[in-house]
């Protein structure tokens, strides 16, 4: 259990009231982990009913995993067990894109019931599958400790989570059947009643005794109705209970085990995010057909006296998990090269912003340049190549920058801060702006990132790809919460500072609350947006009471609070909530995107910026009425040709049934998306003399449709 939570415990006890009274709590449900859940339990269940025994044939080496999957559970095909979360939101630069984490989620994405505030209970396992370590089946002979066999990996505390306190451990062991089984459960199925009903019997009875039919397989064939008072008629389901299940005992040995510490303290003991352990596999009781290993950490939660912060925590992130002979306790390098954290916005201030308002002010918009935390997890320095690529969504518009090649450093920590060895590479810039298209309301953007080396036969290569929205909100998360955050008084009003580029319509704010244990949070409140007052909320423009905590359907999706009176803002303004109780909002909070100086807390008469590094999951709604988002509709732009292409002083285009139509339109945009010419009606030449040098986009609208083209004027 947190310390922290014994402090509230106190503060509530002997009424003392803490400086702020903003709340950071862990998340109460991971609904990626639940939804996931939810979908396997849903799918068809093949078995028979017959409890027969799957022999699963044992894993070779080398056994390895670095987590870099898209799925949210652990690779089956390696591991046991659902409830470590594969995730890239908790690990605070890992050795690449994706981690492990340990937490107090189950594999059903709910807080563990058995988890108490002491002692400190297992939470998350990772276990292996059996792999052969009494042979090298590559070579056909036998495997012993002279084959100096290690099992490594990464380990980091906290993250960007909750830190795990010191009795919160996390523990490796290693184990080997041990030629028993134990009981642990009863096989059983589902099946319609009228299968186990004689002929002309309607209903079967609390205490009936029936015979279940040989054709199920089932063992025994003799069972009693003894669990539903109710009578039991065709068209029913029931329940029978089959073979009883035995599992294999296993024989586990701790060797290895790292106390809870914040990351600030374990980055200071070891000047590393992430530190790489190393375990020889000495003992030759280790080297058997089935071999195991498994990692799991304690947890402590908060006690029923503070239920909002009863939640996820004691977070642990493992990486690099990699098991294989012929090994050395210097054998810590891999020939790799990768990313180490997620891809960036290209915006200065947002991950999403309103297309319209990046028009208005497209240069202010786009942020001059960007960080790419490149690992080189090699004991060698790589010359290594990056460069990414920009395409339009269901456009034509597009480009690519090449940041050359570069001697990247070995060892993953150092060459992470590789802005002043490698600036093209770590900090490059952002080339260009994105285009401007004037008809659209919404569109996006795919931007991927490519580091390489590729200097000899086997090259090494990585990538990661960001989606770059503009939709008709503001966005400065990411859109997965990692924490919730919420105001411990009653009448606490939470505001959050958006600018926008040039006045607008403000239809609603799309609002993120974390689901909490029974909806506890599904309270009103009053939603609010305040006007400026020299950087802090000033005055209520408008206020819209007995308002309800709700949440769409899918995965993150946030839900739309729509203003009964849209209004018009222009420069800076603020959206949020004030609340009617004492109960706790729980908004999702982002903690890979700070913007703590956006977020404004009032529980005692006078505004605080938050001391908590993050962004809130709130999304004021700016332009059209309709939410949009990632499923924008196809562009109907087409492109055609123009020539001669460079020009000089005039162009032709190639659609001859768009020439001498006085409804046809003609724009021109220079690269900063400002229109420099406009003509309606299109001749056989379209003159240019009077436009610069330079690269240009022309847009023609007509005959219901848009075309595009790219256009280089060079005297």
Sequence with gaps: MNIKHLIWIALLLFGFQAHSQVILVGLQTNEAVRMEADKLNTEPDFCNCKSEEIIQPSLSLPFFDDFSVTTVVPNAQLWEGKSVFINKDFPFLPPNIGAATFDAIDSVGAVYQEAVWFPPTVGDRLTSLPIRLDSILSIQRALSPADSVYLSFYYQPQGVGNDPEPWDTLVLELGVPSGDSAFVRMDSIKVIADLLME????????????????????NPLVFMINYDPEPIV??????????????????????WWSEGMKLSEFQQIYGKNFVQVMIPILDSTWFNPAFQFRFYSYITVATDMYPFEKSNGDQWNIDYVYLNYNRSAADTTYRALAFSQRAPSFLRDYQVMPYRQYRADPTNSIRQQFSMYISNLDNIAHNTAYEYHVNQVNGSYGYRYDGGSCNLSPSYEDSLQSCVTCPAHACPPVKALFNIDTELDTTSYIIKHYISDSSDQNPIVDSAIYRQGFYNYYAYDDGTPELGLGLSPTGGSL???????MPDTLQGVQMYFNKTLNDVNEIYFKLKVWSDNNGQPGEVIVEQENVKVAWANGLYHFYPYMLENPIIVSGTFYVGWEKYTSGFLNIGFDSNNDKSDKIFSNTSGEWETSQFEGALLIRPIVGSKSVLGVSEPSSSFTEIRVFPNPASTW???????????????LDIVNLLGKKVMTQKGIGQRVNIENLPSGLYLVKIQGNNRYYTAKLLINR
């Design 199 to 218: 002929t002309g019997q309607e209903a079967i009875f609390m205490f009936d005794t029936l015979w279940a039919p040989v054709s199920l397989g089932c």
């Design 234 to 255: 065709r068209g029913d389901s029931i329940t029978i209970l089959c073979d009883s299940v035995y599992e294999p005992i296993t024989n586990w040995e701790k060797v």
């Design 495 to 501: 505001a959050y500072q958006f600018i926008v580029s």
């Design 651 to 665: 162009f032709s285009i190639s659609q001859t049934d768009l020439l001498n139509n006085a409804e046809v339109q």
